[in-house]
């Protein structure tokens, strides 16, 4: 609905049109500079890298011996932090946002005895720093010998107190105590009714949670990088800032740097491809907890 | 459907009560929430009372560790880096995410959809990828921004000085983060009845007069929420610095932010008693700074 265009003569109207699209486009720009430059890099060799311009395609095209060098380097190590990137972000989404829904359901469709208490914690959770807590976990796991372990990544995962948030505020809103009331009628136990009645109805916001907790594990460095110190453990994020840290302290020679921007190409691409597909989730999940809070 | 399961179920399993239901459901949430939670905040306030003694195990040394982070300038400057960045980033980020929003809002644009998607996309990226690509773009020599300044005849600053780093650090959160905030403000605004619309209209309140008295403080609670998430993470400040790092030894130090200064101490110095006592206070200041934050906000509405 457009209130310029019913209010203001149409000159104006015109002109803010061309104004704030060109905004907005200058903004596009800004957005898609850094994603443009790693699809280049990435086509690019080596010495090419350093010596054309950087936002822009050089003469030889090298993307293909830019990905047979990604995945044969260090014996296809790299293949193994991609799965282990898939893995550990599969893993602690599902149980993180399973978790997460069974807590906000118990939170929005039932009393029961420190229900405000534990509320409390989970909301106060939110703002409890992770990275604060990760140095100490590192600490205690350490101590029972379960660093090193992909549990030790994938278990703190799976606590996402902003996932029973969300869900709490979405389950109260989609699913009427009525509904309920009326499996409970039926004779049909909690659990039943949980899971044949009210799963269908809060898949919207599961989807969404799902999403938010995936991207969470997925971007997560701090603690995969302090938890883990076997190459062939790491997940992407780990592995390609080693790869770096390598490229640039010129041991492992000029060679790597187009290598860490394949890398980089090649696993957001898939991400921000499921990003576009599953768009109707996040756009409207993501609203739905802020608008509640 | 249900109804006929219902039916030919036996009737004699096991039927979980109302009572019990709910801390049923609660359970795995709960457990877990105890043991990386609860269990490490415990643990690492354990720790902090202790010190490595000179000859074999630990020592108790009560408070020893706060008093020495408390008198402790690298600790400090940490925290005054953290802060700048703060004041730097947030308003930048929420100013433009909000902007965007109400332009996104209001109708007049070509491309609502792709500029919407567009803008979100970096989200999608990490943020160990989206520091690794823009150390490239800042890179002095090979960097397209140096290149191209050189092309229109001036020398681009160095991006990763000591004047420059801050900001620098702050354009890498802007491009991953505007559009998350965007999104959230957007559905916001949305979520907004259309009567009201309507009303201001017959009022002949202008398109820029009823986005700004009207709109905006209609989602100044979701704005608090947000810049509330900010605040916390870019209190956190970790993974840029950490990175970028590797191009600028001499500006980026090993105590850059309190985060970075606990792992180097936790693996470099060996003092893993006294890291927990960093992190724990880091963890006080964010909760002090969010907690201000609320407070302050909250007395704004009332009046």
Known sequence: MSIVGKNASSAKFRRNRWLLTGLLSLYFIYTFMPLFYVITAATKSNQDLFSTFGLWFAEDFSLWENLATLFTIQDGIFLKWMANTAYYSSVSAVGAALFSTLAGYAFAKYRFFGKKLMFALVLGAVMIPQTALVIPMFLMLSSMGLTNTSLAVILPSLVFPPGVFLMWAYIDDAISNELIEAGRMDGAGEVHIFSSIAFRMLMPGFATVLILAFVASWNNYFLPLVMLNKPDMFPITVGLAQLYSTAISGTGGVLLFTVVMTGALVSIVPVIAAFLIMQRFWQGGLGAGGVKA | ?303
């Open chain 2, 1 to 303: 459907m249900t109804e006929r399961q219902l039916k030919t179920r036996p009737r004699n399993r096991v039927i979980v009560n109302k009572k019990i239901a709910p801390y049923l459901f609660l359970a795995p949430f709960a457990l877990l929430f105890v043991a990386f939670l609860i269990v490490p905040l415990i643990y690492a306030a354990d720790i902090s009372l202790y010190k490595k003694a000179m000859v074999g195990g630990v020592k108790f040394v009560g408070a020893d560790n706060y008093i020495k982070a408390f008198a402790d300038p690298k600790f400090w400057e940490g925290i005054g880096v953290l802060f700048k960045f703060a004041f730097l980033q947030i308003p930048i980020m929420i100013g433009t995410a909000l902007l965007f929003a109400l332009i996104l809002d209001s109708g007049v644009l070509w491309a609502k959809a792709f500029f919407r998607i567009s803008f979100f996309i970096p989200y999608a990226v990490p943020a160990v990828i989206a520091t690794l690509i823009w150390s490239y773009l800042y890179g002095p020599a090979y960097g397209p921004i140096g290149q191209t300044a050189r092309l229109l005849g001036f020398e681009a600053p160095d991006f990763v000085s000591q004047e420059w780093i801050l900001g620098s650090i702050v354009n890498i959160a802007q491009w991953q983060f505007m559009g998350y905030n965007m999104i959230i403000y957007f559905a916001a605004l949305q979520a907004i009845p259309g009567d009201l619309e309507e009303a201001s209209v017959v009022d002949g309140a202008s398109a820029f007069t009823f986005a700004t008295r009207i709109k905006l403080p209609m989602i100044v609670p979701t704005i608090i929420v947000t810049v509330v998430f900010s605040i916390i993470g870019s209190l956190q400040l970790f993974t840029e610095p950490f990175l970028i790092q590797n191009m600028a030894r001499s500006v980026i130090n090993s105590n850059f932010t309190p985060n970075i200064y606990a792992y180097n101490l936790t693996f470099v110095a060996q003092q893993p008693n006294y890291a927990a006592a960093i992190s724990f206070l880091l963890g006080g200041v964010i909760a002090v700074v969010s907690y201000v934050f609320m407070l302050a906000t909250n007395q704004r509405i009332d009046r």
